[in-house]
C-alpha cells in the first residue's frame, strides 16, 4: 500500500503569523519539515498543503511539491484530506506537524510500519512517557491513556489517570502518564471519514480534535517513542529550537 506524506502549512497563525517562512539557522521552518520528512523511508511522496501563495512559491523556489488548498480549513486534518482526495492511488496518508522543524524521520516510519500490521485501526498516532512532573499537569501537553492493545481510550489536556487519594505532588512517582504528539496516519478512508464529521461535545470542551473520532467509533493506535519533539507556537519558541540547533551542531564538532 502506498503511503504520502502531507504536511498542512497556512499563513495566519494568530500567535505566529507567517510560522511556515519563519527562519531557523538560516533555513525556513517549512522548509525544514519537509526535509526531513523526506528522509522517512516508508513514505513514497511528501506534499506541503497550504492556502497562501507565499508558502506555495517558497516551497517551489526549494524544489518541494506543494498544493494549494481551500483557505476556510478548520485543521490541518481538513486540509490534508482535501489532498489526498485528489490522490487516490496513497491508501496511508501521515498528517505531519508544519511546525516541527526537527521531527524524527524514524517516527513517521514507525507510524507507517503500525498503521500497515494492524487492519483493525483506522487512525495511528504516538505517545512518549512523561517524567518532567511539571508536564503532567501542564495543559498544554496532552495526555493520552490506552489499553493493552495500544488503542486509545481518552486525550485530555488534564492529568489522566486521577491518581486517587493521593496528594497530586506524588502522582507522577504513583503511576505512569503519557503524552499525546500530534503525528498522525490515517487509512485513506477514515482520513475523509473523520474530517467529514461534526464537532463533538467532548472535543469542545477539551478543543482536542482527535476526541471527535473517538467519540464516533474510530480505533485510534498508539505507538510508543522516547524521543521528545519541539514544536514552535510561538516566537519565543523559534529562539528556543534556534538555541537546540546550535547546542546540537556544538556536540556534533566536539565529537568529529
Known amino acids: 500500500m502506498k503511503s504520502i506524506g502531507i504536511i498542512p502549512a497556512r499563513y495566519a497563525s494568530s500567535r505566529f503569523p507567517g510560522k511556515p517562512l519563519a527562519l531557523i539557522a538560516g533555513k525556513s521552518m517549512i522548509r525544514r519539515v519537509y526535509e526531513q520528512a523526506r528522509k522517512a523511508s516508508l513514505l513514497d511522496r511528501v506534499v506541503v498543503a497550504t492556502d497562501d501563495e507565499r508558502i506555495r512559491q517558497h516551497v517551489r523556489d526549494f524544489g518541494g511539491e506543494v498544493y494549494m488548498t481551500y483557505p476556510g480549513h478548520q485543521s490541518g486534518t481538513d486540509r490534508c484530506a482535501e489532498v489526498a ?4 492511488e496513497y491508501g496511508l496518508i501521515v498528517n505531519i506537524q508544519g511546525d516541527e522543524p526537527f521531527i524524527d524521520p524514524d517516527q513517521i516510519d514507525q507510524l507507517v510500519q503500525f498503521l500497515s500490521a494492524k487492519s483493525t485501526l483506522d487512525i495511528v498516532t504516538m505517545a512518549r512517557l512523561l517524567k518532567d512532573p511539571d508536564e503532567v499537569f501542564d495543559p498544554n501537553v496532552v495526555k493520552v491513556v490506552f489499553d493493552k492493545k495500544r488503542k486509545a481510550n481518552y486525550f485530555s489536556r488534564s492529568a489522566i489517570p486521577h491518581v ?27 482520513l475523509q471519514s473523520v474530517s467529514a464529521l461534526e464537532a463533538s461535545p467532548l472535543e469542545l ?10 467519540e464516533n467509533g474510530f480505533q485510534i493506535g498508539i505507538t510508543l517513542t522516547t524521543s521528545k519533539t519541539i514544536g514552535v507556537d510561538t516566537p519565543d519558541d523559534l529562539k528556543k529550537a534556534e538555541a537546540w540547533l546550535e547546542d546540537r551542531e556544538e556536540e556534533k564538532h566536539w565529537s568529529s
Do not use: I, K
Open 164 to 190: 486517587r487519594n493521593t496528594p497530586e505532588s506524588f502522582w507522577p512517582t504513583q503511576s505512569q502518564f503519557y503524552q499525546h504528539l500530534g503525528l498522525y496516519a490515517y487509512r485513506a478512508t477514515a
Open 85 to 88: 482526495r485528489g490522490l487516490a
Open 205 to 214: 470542551s477539551e478543543s482536542l480534535e482527535q476526541l471527535r473520532w473517538l
